[in-house]
């Protein structure tokens, strides 16, 4: 028998959606040292990206160091928060960019409640062309 999940509690939501607009706000200033404190500091943190594949928390910091700051503006759509308990959630959306015409962005991060607070340990991001009939 398995024990019920609650999934979607109103409060962990609220705190996961903070500190996902927490990290979509370091992302397009560039702010490399609250992007490096959203990941979790482990060498199993993962961030697959549109051109890398990045394992432990070391090689996605050294990426966010090297990484341009510029052309990262883009426009968030479809964004879907879930939690599982209180300590388990996903982010997924969907993300356009005036630098990419004609694609279409997708995130997933994979969120933990630490004793430090909520953190990713896995990451997915990726870019394809704009399905047909897509907004």
Same mark, same amino acid.
């Given at each position: 028998?398995?024990?019920?999940?609650?999934?979607?509690?109103?409060?962990?939501?609220?705190?996961?959606?903070?500190?996902?607009?927490?990290?979509?706000?370091?992302?397009?200033?560039?702010?490399?040292?609250?992007?490096?404190?959203?990941?979790?500091?482990?060498?199993?943190?993962?961030?697959?990206?549109?051109?890398?594949?990045?394992?432990?928390?070391?090689?996605?910091?050294? %990426? &966010?160091?090297?990484? +341009? =700051?510029?052309?990262?503006? /883009?426009?968030?759509?479809?964004? !879907?928060?879930?939690?599982? *308990?209180?300590?388990?959630?996903?982010?997924?959306?969907? %993300? &356009?960019?005036?630098? +990419? =015409?004609?694609?279409?962005? /997708?995130?997933?991060?994979?969120? !933990?409640?630490?004793?430090? *607070?909520?953190?990713?340990?896995?990451?997915?991001?990726?870019?394809?062309?704009?399905?047909?009939?897509?907004?």
């Amino acid at each position: 028998m398995s024990a019920r999940m609650d999934i979607d509690i109103s409060d962990v939501v609220a705190e996961v959606t903070a500190a996902f607009e927490r990290y979509e706000q370091a992302l397009v200033c560039n702010d490399v040292a609250t992007l490096d404190a959203l990941f979790h500091v482990d060498a199993r943190t993962i961030r697959y990206g549109a051109g890398e594949n990045l394992h432990g928390h070391e090689e996605i910091a050294a %990426f &966010r160091q090297a990484r +341009s =700051p510029k052309g990262l503006a /883009r426009t968030l759509a479809r964004t !879907v928060i879930t939690t599982y *308990g209180r300590d388990f959630a996903v982010a997924s959306t969907l %993300f &356009r960019r005036d630098s +990419s =015409p004609g694609r279409i962005g /997708r995130q997933m991060q994979t969120w !933990v409640r630490f004793a430090t *607070g909520w953190r990713i340990v896995a990451a997915h991001v990726s870019m394809i062309d704009m399905p047909p009939g897509a907004p």
